[in-house]
T-cell receptor, first 114, second 111 residues
């Protein structure tokens, strides 16, 4: 089956620093990758959609200069949280999609900014 | 019984009971629906899906029902087990574009 690997699973960083999260589709080429954020006891909120080789499309209210998304290949997308602050602490989840194979989710990254 | 928590409604059942989790979706144009299970600290795990041209689909121990008239989706879990305890989300989609997730329901299964 389709497998998406997300790293790191947990990261703690100091306020003001940047953190990069990787999302890889291991056994298929993802035409589209999605990044979600999830706060405790809440649903997944879509942050942005990215297609390989093009700029990401951000949802309303998501700062594109703060949450940098790079989708350099059909198997890798990265999310960089720049100048992180405590309010950016959250669970970040990626998803990879290929039309005939639906959506596959990564295992998530717990970001804690101290 | 079912109760509404701070953000997440909770359904508590006994092991062996059948569970029914409900979801109201928002877009009448949605043509694809998915149920996901999410355990604490993990990403969503696919359970079952259904297209808008169907009203029922069955899997192993799970059944999804779709009522397009009232924009309602349900997930039925037969013979619920403690391992089924998790948060369940429905998600809707139009033409393989972005998924929109529902609010989620926490299922608690007591031995």
């Amino acid at each position: 089956g389709a497998v998406v690997s997300q790293h790191p699973s947990r990261v703690i960083c100091k306020s003001g620093t940047s953190v990069k999260i990787e999302c890889r589709s291991l056994d298929f080429q993802a035409t589209t990758m999605f990044w979600y954020r999830q706060f405790p006891k809440q649903s997944l909120m879509l942050m942005a959609t990215s297609n390989e080789g093009s700029k990401a499309t951000y949802e309303q209210g998501v700062e594109k200069d703060k949450f940098l998304i790079n989708h350099a290949s059909l198997t890798l997308s990265t999310l960089t949280v720049t100048s992180a602050h405590p309010e950016d602490s959250s669970f970040y989840i990626c998803s990879a999609s290929m039309e005939t194979r639906g959506y596959t989710f990564g295992s998530g990254t717990r970001l804690t900014v101290v | 019984g079912e109760s509404v928590g701070l953000h997440l409604p909770t359904l508590s059942v006994q092991e062996g009971d059948n569970s029914i989790i409900n979801c109201a979706y928002s877009n009448s144009a949605s043509d694809y629906f998915i149920w996901y299970k999410q355990e604490s600290g993990k990403g969503p795990q696919f359970i079952i899906d259904i297209r808008s041209n169907m009203d029922k689909r069955q899997g192993q121990r799970v059944t999804v029902l779709l009522n397009k008239t009232v924009k309602h989706l349900s997930l039925q879990i037969a013979a619920t087990q403690p391992g089924d305890s998790a948060v369940y989300f429905c998600a809707e989609n139009i033409g393989y574009s972005t998924l929109t997730f529902g609010k989620g329901t926490m299922l608690l299964v007591s031995p």
